[in-house]
């Protein structure tokens, strides 16, 4: 009776993991060195999308959880690499499987088909990565048909040769030389070895490949996106608006204004798109007498904005790292729209991302705050490619995820519409929530303790900060000339020097008085709430 040997089937899969990661090396290559595909990316990138919202919120609040709970670094850098890794782990799983699955029917087949079998194997698996990464992939820069040919072709090699060291190692199973009935019997022990030291071979062609390809890749400087050197950052040149404010930040404190290599990145790509500002355009179409087309020039030349901003990302916890700021320099949005020559009806804009990311923006938020605008440059240089080269959108007062990067074109409609995140299940306005934090603890020279720390309402401002030690009272800390109305003010307190093991607590109050919400909630649905609270020992 025809039957699958469970240790051909596990061979297969352990093959299937060395082949796969070969290939992953390889595409790594190539998309570094000739802009090719990334597939594990590109796949990584379609299944975000493409999952139930609430299952990826999900996933980003406990990946969050985690690299805070475990302390490995900055969030949004550690999360941007743990999705990478997903995506390559991914396919090299969704390869492990295939082939596994091609060992178990050409073992049912005795081996017999085995040209068709691994051609077959090889096409379930190619074309819809190649589908993926020619349709909806953003890691290649050459034509989707050339992506498409190079997956294809990639993947039918790694069929082909899952299939032929299946027949390399078939003699587990009677060749037409050994009857049925001697296959455990004689050459069994000669198979084991040759099967052995076939499998290590094949273990170190898979070290060999995968460390070349991952390295060539890395070295390759092509790709590298170097847009930022040699540009002269503005705070290299000016001193902070509010040097003079007498209220100077306790040593250990973040810094006020964010450096943008730390400025923390959030976005439903493992890769950031790719735009060339010569060739982009920002498009505007729908409800506008004639569709317009503007070049970054364009934009330029109208009268610029600088604001001081601080960005905060919904699924910031408390305390958390995915918050930054920094000076962001564009056009406001409302006197742009006034050269849009808007038909009547029109009543919101739907920006779109080059990710497929989008939201939507009242023209009433825009015509009653000149503070909404696009934004072209931080600090002083074009967006980095991370940070939405070469325009987002800036809308006060509410958080990171209403307002798109990458932007590609603006859509006149007549209606509100939830954006991408709204879509799956976050809080339709995401305003801002008042957060404070204690960056720091510390005992000063007289018998005292320092504290300091930021506080932050959106656009709404912060009129008081207090602290308490345990359960004692409520004292006022004092509170920096924050950089704008729209960043983050950084405080500092004095309190009496306590030995021993206490908690600290901090709340805030917004410009108008209200209370920060004291009631702890996770950042899902509509922002984090609760008090930041610091057991410290002194
Ligand atoms: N095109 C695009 N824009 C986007 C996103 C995205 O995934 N795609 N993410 C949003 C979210 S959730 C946040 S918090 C901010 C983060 O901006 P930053 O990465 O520059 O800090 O970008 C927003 N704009
Ligand atoms: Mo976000």
Known sequence: MASVSRRVVATGFLVGIMMTAMIVSCLYAAWRLAGLPFVPFDFFDWLTRLLPGRLIAFGIDSMVSVIRALGLGPTAEIAKMMEQAMGIAGVIIIGAVFCALLF?????????????????????????????????????????????????????????????????????????????????GGSFSVVRINRRLFMLRLAGATVVITVSGALAGLLSGRRVQRKAVGLRRWSATHALPNA?????????????????????????????????GGGWRLKISGLVEEPLEMTLDDLRKYQSLDQFITLACISNPIGGDLTGTTRWTGVSLKRLVADFRLKQGASHLKIHGADGFYETVSLERIMSDDRVMLAYAWDGIPLLPEHG??????????????????????EVIDQWEPGYWVVRGWDREARMKAVSVIDVVESGKEKNVLAGGIAHAGSRGISRVELRVDDGPWREAKLRTPLSGLTWVIWRCSLPFLPGNHIYTVRCFEGDGTPQIATSSPPDPSGATGLFSRSVSL
Request: charged share 15%; hydrophobic share 45%.
């Open 104 to 184: 178990a029917v050409l073992d049912y087949l005795r081996g017999k088909h085995l040209t068709l079998a691994s051609i077959g194997a090889a096409l379930a698996i190619a074309v819809p990565f190649a589908l993926i990464s020619c349709l909806t992939g953003r890691t290649a820069t050459v034509s989707p048909l050339a992506s498409f040919v190079w997956v294809l072709l990639v993947f039918l090699v790694w069929g082909v040769s899952c299939g032929r060291f299946y027949a390399r190692i078939a003699p587990v199973r009677p060749t037409p030389a050994v009857p049925v009935g001697e296959r455990a």
């Open 389 to 410: 080269f070469p325009l987002r959108v800036y809308i006060p007062n509410l958080y990171g995820m209403k307002q798109p990067k990458w932007i590609e074109s603006i």
């Open 244 to 276: 003079g404010s007498p209220v100077t930040p306790v040593t250990g404190t973040r810094p006020e204004y964010t450096p943008l290599e730390k400025h923390y990145r959030i976005d439903i790509d493992t890769f950031p798109p790719d735009i060339d």
